[in-house]
């Protein structure tokens, strides 16, 4: 080529002009060059001959094809083929433009299938641009592989990137033409000029050329193409009936226009109305309960609450409607005595401050002694989602009969300890609920061992150790733990000391046992007493009945005849018979008494 140095000695401008003149026509020379070679080359091949240095010369790889195989013709192309093909086969080399480009697969044999000249553009896996050129003479195909021009390089990438491009878009519509939501995209007086499957769908255009009609546009609304829109609800009407609902997005894109999507929020839509059903019914329910309630949201606002609350504590029903945070609802409470008045104030403060800083994890119940003498039952049950719950209920009239029930209790305890029988109460299950002072004293128990209280069965076994033998502690047993119909009964126990008690057993409504033990040592001893006493004056009545009776037989023996002792007679007979009806009821007297 002849020496290029003229070029430099041209004015700069013109040397532009005459490079940008060369550079094309260097490549139609550089073309026409591979073609008289191609030619000249086929000619030898056709010729038989091998071994021409003149190929060797060549840089770019020269293969000749027949059938399948594949004979690399200069250095260049041996060189190709050890570094890329795993053997000289025409499968191979279809394998290798595989591997640079997915699209060449197979592309080598269709070409080669119709026996005519053809070139095939390649872009490599590194990104360079190679062609492949093939010129068929009968059963043999000359294969070029060479560096495609700067003009050719640059169109063959471009042509790439199109093909991505096009791949690109190809997807992203089946993704959108896919996705479940509507999505379009609007022009300032032109409406809607593209959607998606799924607006087609809804809209009811089947034809994918006509501009489907504007679903989602505010009515009374311009198309524009200022700031977007923020999110906004809106209904279309259903097949059923029953609305459609979407939540609508709508983004500027500059000079592509307006872009939208359209969420169904049909079951966000019904849960709302559920919850508002729900909570309309809760607020019915809860406006019939006694006790107060009061939910603060995630927020710690005022959510819901009762009309109990407003009256148990003081409050104005529309200042609860403002809806107030927990803080200001407590310290509404204080600015109306409506809540104790601790001696150590921050730390009950401190309290309240953890229930409201972390609901989840505090949990809150006290009972509130105001200093009207009014006791509220506070308990603040916590939610998962945040939320809390405060209920308030008025216990005053309980604590006022809780206390007079323990006083009762206690008059009933102090009564029963005055009695000298040993008394003692045992609840259902057997446990000892009361002993009286003189259990302990007639059982010799120290009062230290009952407790804690034990049960019946441990009882029983001290008095049978106590008491002689005998089937009393048995049915004891069955009775106080039992659950069959029951009825009082009483047994006598004879101690081993040589006491003697009066046992008395009786059930109670609420399945307790009563049991009593009455000391009758004494009373039995005076008893014994009062028989002999008895006794013995029946054997001196006796006696003098007799006497008596002699007396009077003497008497009407001896003077028979006499009226004065015949009357005499009769009067002592009459007194005889007092007497002995005098002396028989008071024997039985003393034997009841």
């Known amino acids: 080529m002849a020496d290029a140095g003229w070029l430099a000695a041209l004015p700069e401008d013109l040397a532009r002009i005459v490079a940008a003149l060369a550079e094309p026509a260097a490549a139609a020379l550089a073309a026409l060059a591979g073609a008289v070679g191609g030619i000249a080359l086929m000619r030898r091949l056709e010729r038989r001959e091998t071994g021409d240095e003149t ?51 197979g592309r080598l044999e269709e070409l080669l299938a119709r026996a005519e000249p053809f070139r095939i553009e390649i872009t490599t896996a590194e990104g360079r641009h190679l062609e492949l050129d093939g010129r068929p003479r009968g059963a043999l195909t000359v294969l070029t592989l060479r560096k495609a021009t700067g003009a050719r390089a640059r169109e063959a990438a471009a042509m790439a990137a199109l093909a991505r491009v096009e791949t690109e878009h190809r997807l992203l519509t089946a993704i959108v033409d896919a996705a479940p939501v509507p999505m379009w995209r609007s022009l300032p007086g032109k409406g809607v000029v593209w959607a998606n499957a799924a607006y087609r769908r809804l809209a009811g255009a089947h034809d994918p050329e006509a501009r ?10 311009p198309a524009r193409t200022g ?11 259903g097949q059923g009936g029953d609305p459609l609902w979407f939540e609508v997005t709508e983004r500027d894109l500059g000079d592509a226009g307006i872009g939208g999507v359209a969420v169904g929020i049909d079951a966000a839509v019904r849960a709302e109305a559920a919850l508002r059903r729900f909570v309309e019914t809760l607020t019915e329910t809860f406006a019939h309960l006694p ?74 119940e006290e009972d509130w002694v105001l200093p009207s003498g009014q006791t509220l039952h506070v308990s603040g049950r916590p939610h998962p989602q945040g939320a809390i719950a405060l209920l308030f209920e008025d216990i005053s009239s309980a604590i006022t009969l809780e206390r007079r029930y323990r006083a009762e209790i206690e008059t009933l305890k102090a009564v029963l300890n005055k009695l000298p029988d040993a008394v003692a109460l045992f609840r259902p299950d057997g446990m000892l609920a009361h002993a009286n002072t003189a259990f302990h004293g007639v059982w010799r128990l120290d009062p230290a061992q009952m407790q804690p209280p034990p049960h019946i069965s441990r009882l029983i076994e001290h008095w049978a150790a106590a008491c002689e033998p005998g089937p009393v502690w048995r049915r004891l047993h069955d009775f106080a733990t039992g659950q069959d119909a029951r009825a009082p009964w009483c047994a006598r126990l004879l101690l081993r000391d040589g006491r003697i008690m009066q046992a008395r057993f009786a059930p109670l409504p609420d399945g307790s046992t009563l049991t009593s033990f009455q000391d009758e040592t004494e009373r039995e001893r005076l008893q014994a007493d009062l028989r002999d006493a ?3 004056l029946a054997t001196e009545r ?45 024997a039985e007297e003393a034997l009841s008494g």
Not at 227 to 237: E, G, I, T, V, W
Not at 327 to 341: A, I, K, T, V
């Open 55 to 105: 190929l060797e010369l060549i840089a770019d790889p020269i293969f000749a094809l027949r059938g399948g195989a594949l004979q690399p013709l200069n250095r260049a192309a041996r060189d190709f083929a050890a570094a890329n093909l795993p053997a000289p086969t025409l499968a191979a080399l279809s394998g290798w433009l595989a591997r640079q480009d997915g699209e060449l697969d």
């Open 212 to 221: 489907p009609p504007a679903l989602f546009a505010q009515p009374g609304t």
């Open 227 to 237: 700031a977007a829109d923020a999110p906004r609800r809106l209904s279309l009407p």
């Open 291 to 364: 006790i107060g309630l009061a939910v603060f949201d995630k927020n710690r606002r005022l959510g819901l609450f009762n009309p109990a609350i407003a009256d148990i504590l003081k409050l104005d029903p529309a200042w609860l409607a403002s809806r107030p945070t927990l803080r200001q609802f407590l310290e509404r409470l204080r600015e109306n005595r409506q809540m104790p008045d601790p001696p150590d104030f921050l730390a009950w403060r401190s309290r309240l401050t953890a229930l409201e800083r972390d609901a989840e994890a505090a949990a809150y």
């Open 534 to 536: 008895v006794a013995d």
């Open 542 to 586: 006796r006696l003098m009945l007799d006497r008596l009776e002699a007396l009077r037989g003497a008497l009407g023996g001896g003077a028979a005849d006499a009226p004065d002792a015949a009357a005499l007679a009769e009067d002592l007979g009459r007194i005889l018979a007092r007497l002995r009806e005098g002396a028989a009821e008071g």
